[in-house]
């Protein structure tokens, strides 16, 4: 992959936004193999589509591209989008798109980021306050995608600090997380809840009682639910279902390689 923009698409355009745009599809249009299939190439639908901005012409996936500089040398935790309303809205539908998170500097891709659509769920994201009385779009609400409460195994790196992953990893991570789509929102909240608290064990082998230690977090995160130890050996069993974890003895488990 070239790492580094075309900026000669962008001659006709004078809002730095609407450059960064053009520059960073075109760059996916010209680079981006279909990292659900390994198709060589993915399409691109017309502006402002609402299923998103990519499809692949041989599986049907559906991607949308999200571009930001790094924050204190890092990933964003956050990263503005558009209006709140049509995000929930894109989220929770049956086809809601995966997504394509772009960290670039100096005109050139320094990390991307594939986080697949069973990943996201309505909690991640964030809804800002509505623009003043005064503005061109007085009321309008806007929101922030929360990529510090994805877990590490959903987001997959087809490039990290400038360095491109082997295209054969890529399509094997995926497909080893993509099972894991649940269309229950609260399901898939609880899921994503669970797997981070699974990130934060060290090593690849793990115990029931080292999540069982996280259930004050979890409870802060659903106050309403009573039975947070009953929820965790649910997704635990769950993960194992869909081969992600494998149960070595009662009690414990251990990570994919």
């Known amino acids: 992959m070239i790492l580094s923009f075309d900026t000669a698409p962008v001659g006709l355009y004078k809002n730095s936004s609407q450059k960064i745009r053009v520059m960073t599809e075109d ?14 190439r993915l399409e691109k639908y017309k502006n402002n589509h609402p299923v998103g901005d990519f499809f692949c012409p041989d599986c049907c996936s559906d991607y949308e591209l999200k571009s930001a500089k790094p924050k204190n ?38 990390d991307f980021i ?35 409460s994805v877990p590490e195994s959903g987001k997959i790196f087809i490039i990290k600090n400038q360095i491109e992953t082997d295209k054969e ?28 608290c699974i990130d934060k064990i060290p090593g690849k082998e793990l115990a ?3 999540v069982y230690a996280f259930e004050p977090e979890l409870k ?35 990570k994919p390689d």
């Open 169 to 196: 990893i890529v399509v094997s991570r995926y497909r080893r997380i993509k099972g894991l789509k649940q269309e229950k929102m609260d399901a898939r909240g609880w899921l994503m809840d669970v797997l981070t």
């Open 27 to 40: 760059w996916v249009f010209r680079n981006l193999y279909c990292p659900s299939c390994g198709a060589d």
């Open 73 to 110: 040398g890092g990933l964003p935790p956050k990263i503005n989008d558009g209006a709140y309303d049509s995000m929930i809205k894109r989220i929770t539908s049956s086809d809601n798109p995966h997504f394509f998170f772009m960290i670039y500097e100096n005109f050139s891709v320094r």
């Open 220 to 254: 802060k995160k659903h106050p309403e639910n009573r039975f947070i130890k009953e929820k965790i050996r649910q997704q635990l069993q769950f993960l194992c279902g869909k081969n992600f974890l494998k149960r070595t003895a009662p009690g414990r488990y251990r």
């Open 114 to 148: 594939l986080i697949p659509n069973s990943f996201f769920f309505p909690q991640m994201i964030i809804k800002r306050n509505p623009l003043s009385s005064t503005a061109r779009r007085a009321g309008w609400i806007g929101c922030q995608i929360d990529l510090s």
């Open 208 to 210: 029931l009682e080292q």
